[in-house]
């Protein structure tokens, strides 16, 4: 999904102002990669390694993190 669909999906979940504690919360190297893929990324991918440390500091399981996907691709 795009970022801005991906922003989309977490403002909708009441979860977009928690990603920057979110990331602080990972060890280095994880945390300075999920920072600079968080601010720069043009796109989202289900399956990166980045993604799924993200979605445990913010509580999401595996189906939980699916569906934010799901949601981010239903915004255009």
């Known amino acids: 999904v795009t970022m801005r669909q991906a922003r989309r999906a977490l403002f909708a979940a009441g979860l977009l102002g928690n990603v920057d504690a979110a990331i602080l919360t990972l ?3 994880e945390k300075e990669c999920a920072q600079i893929d968080w601010d720069y990324s043009s ?3 289900r399956d990166r ?10 509580g999401l399981d ?3 993190l699916d569906n934010l996907f ?6 255009a």
């Open 43 to 45: 796109t989202v991918q």
């Open 27 to 29: 060890p280095s190297p």
């Open 70 to 75: 799901i949601a981010a691709g239903t915004y």
């Open 62 to 64: 595996d189906e939980g």
């Open 49 to 58: 390694y980045v993604v799924e440390l993200i979605g445990v500091a913010l």
